[in-house]
T-cell receptor, first 115, second 116 residues
Framework: QKEVEQNSGPLSVPEGAIASLNCTYSDRGSQSFFWYRQYSGKSPELIMFIYSNGDKEDGRFTAQLNKASQYVSLLIRDSQPSDSATYLCAVNWGPGGTSYGKLTFGQGTILTVHP | NAGVMQNPRHLVRRRGQEARLRCSPMKGHSHVYWYRQLPEEGLKFMVYLQKENIIDESGMPKERFSAEFPKEGPSILRIQQVVRGDSAAYFC??????????????FGPGTRLTVL
């Protein structure tokens, strides 16, 4: 059973601070890792993906991947109240016999950014 | 440049009726995925399709659920003889296929199914 674990939170940070969201996964065969943001009652919105060890930056967002530790994180710099949402970590296991497209999601971390 | 489209956005059915959920992928995308989000639960994969082919249906319940993605027209998720436990948000996602080893999936707005 391939699993993705996230701290459900809620994580509360002040406006302007760095929010750090963490995710661990159970299987070393994982290939690609995704971060989505979901506002209440809305659909998931893709923030970024990463598939190589190290950091990947996109604007205020930085994804970090450590395959040896089976750990992926998302840093949000200069957090804004509009960043308040549930952040979903998703993992794609493939190729090599498993479905290449299937994503397995964590339960999500609720982030609250207070003014 | 339309995104993933789903209809209806809200669907109410009585127990025992059929529910049909439709999904049109983003332009240029040939891969479609269906996910279900039960109240207070995470997103769960149901099925992965390409045109006229089911690639992975490992997340589909064994009975009452089916999916298709015909050569022409939208992908359809069909739920027969709905029960109250089917009440959930059903999301469709699409991707262009593998690029740099990743399948970036973009989600539609979802269909909220309520079974009375």
């Amino acid at each position: 059973q391939k699993e993705v674990e996230q701290n459900s939170g809620p994580l509360s940070v002040p406006e302007g601070a760095i929010a750090s969201l963490n995710c661990t996964y159970s299987d070393r065969g994982s290939q690609s890792f995704f971060w989505y943001r979901q506002y209440s009652g809305k659909s998931p919105e893709l923030i970024m993906f990463i598939y190589s060890n190290g950091d990947k930056e996109d604007g205020r967002f930085t994804a970090q991947l450590n395959k040896a530790s089976q750990y992926v994180s998302l840093l949000i710099r200069d957090s804004q109240p509009s960043d308040s949402a549930t952040y979903l970590c998703a993992v794609n296991w493939g190729p090599g016999g498993t479905s290449y497209g299937k994503l397995t999601f964590g339960q999500g971390t609720i982030l609250t950014v207070h003014p | 440049n339309a995104g993933v489209m789903q209809n209806p956005r809200h669907l109410v059915r009585r127990r025992g009726q059929e529910a049909r959920l439709r999904c049109s992928p983003m332009k240029g995308h040939s891969h479609v995925y269906w996910y279900r989000q039960l109240p207070e639960e995470g997103l769960k994969f149901m099925v992965y399709l390409q045109k006229e082919n089911i690639i992975d249906e490992s997340g589909m319940p064994k009975e009452r659920f089916s999916a298709e993605f015909p050569k022409e027209g939208p992908s359809i998720l069909r739920i027969q003889q709905v029960v109250r436990g089917d009440s959930a948000a059903y999301f469709c996602a699409s991707s262009p296929g593998a690029r740099q080893g990743a399948h970036e999936q973009f989600f539609g707005p979802g269909t909220r199914l309520t079974v009375l």
